[in-house]
């Protein structure tokens, strides 16, 4: 188990979130598991030793090779193409909600930093599949309240409930809450 820092009800949050420092991963893991969020915002890590995520990089790392990373500070986006349609890659074969909502709040981050945004489509090169994601007013409402709920789970003083043990199959969080 690698942690960096404490991780206790009492531990405060890093200052990696400040007024609108969410990126995708808090999303992500909010989504995923609000206790993975709690605990990664306590600074809990287990995803440098995870094979999973070591898998993920790779998949990343070699597959659309002439895009360039887009770093906001807060997130990172895959790439952005011209008319400001966002891409993220997963190493995923089968397509999550997790991951249409992480391209949601780039293009709310976009956004704000006054971008015209079209949209975001999700890559799964190992299924050779694409997913479309919608950008309008229903998903900027959807991706808001994605950033509020993350919000409220960050400030909790305490740690959430486990999900049922099939649900974590495959999380490097799995030895905190189940060890």
Request: aromatic share 8%; with cysteine; net charge positive.
């Amino acid at each position: 188990m690698s942690t960096v820092g404490p991780v206790s009800p009492t531990s405060s949050p890093t200052s990696e979130v400040g007024d609108d420092g969410l990126g995708g991963v808090h999303i992500k893991y909010l989504l995923h598991c609000p206790r993975q969020l709690w605990l990664y915002m306590r600074g809990y890590r287990p995803e440098a030793s995870s094979d999973l995520v070591a898998f993920g990089e790779v998949v990343d790392d070699t597959t659309y090779t002439r895009r360039r990373d887009i770093d906001l500070g807060e997130a990172k986006i895959d790439w952005v193409t011209t008319g400001a349609v966002v891409h993220e890659t997963k190493s995923s074969r089968a397509p999550s909600a997790d991951h249409e909502a992480q391209v949601r709040h780039y293009c709310l981050l976009l956004e704000r930093r006054g971008v015209h945004v079209r949209g975001g489509t999700v890559h799964y090169p190992l299924i050779r599949r694409t997913v479309t994601v919608t950008w309008n007013d229903q998903a900027r409402a959807t991706a808001l309240d994605a950033e509020r709920q993350a919000r409220a789970v960050i400030a909790a003083p305490s740690i959430p409930p486990r999900l049922e043990r099939r649900r974590c199959r495959g999380c490097s969080y799995t030895d905190y809450c189940w060890g």
